[in-house]
C-alpha cells in the first residue's frame, strides 16, 4: 500500500509540474502591474499567476498555524482544569 501511495504522488506531482510547464509556456506575455502606489515594470503573467499562488499560500499556512496554536492552548488549559478538578474530588 505504501508503494502505491508513493507512485501516485510521484505521478501527481508530474502531472502538476507539467500543467505548471504548460501554463508558463502559454503565458509568455509580459504586462505591467499597477498597484496603487507602484508601477511595476513588464512582467509575465504566468510569474504573476505563481506570484499570487505563492503568496495565497504562505498566508493560509500562517493562518492555519495561528488557528492550530489556539486549539493546543485550550485543549492544554482544559487538560489542566480536568486534572485539577480531578485531584479536588
Known amino acids: 500500500m505504501s508503494k502505491i501511495k508513493n507512485i501516485l504522488g510521484?505521478?501527481?506531482?508530474?502531472?502538476l509540474v507539467i500543467v505548471g510547464v504548460?501554463?508558463?509556456?502559454?503565458n509568455e506575455t509580459a504586462v505591467p502591474l499597477d498597484l496603487?502606489?507602484?508601477v511595476t515594470p513588464p512582467v509575465h503573467i504566468s510569474l504573476?499567476?505563481?506570484?499570487?499562488?505563492?503568496?495565497g499560500l504562505l498566508i493560509g499556512m500562517m493562518v492555519t498555524g495561528v488557528t492550530v496554536m489556539k486549539v493546543k492552548v485550550n485543549a492544554r488549559r482544559r487538560q489542566r482544569e480536568a486534572a485539577t478538578a480531578l485531584s479536588k474530588a
Do not use: D, K, P
Not at 10 to 15: D, E, L, N, V, Y
Not at 22 to 26: I, K, N, R, T
Not at 48 to 55: G, I, N
Open 48 to 55: 504573476l499567476v505563481f506570484a499570487a499562488f505563492a503568496v
Open 36 to 38: 496603487f502606489f507602484l
Open 10 to 15: 510521484i505521478i501527481i506531482i508530474a502531472a
Open 22 to 26: 504548460v501554463f508558463a509556456l502559454l
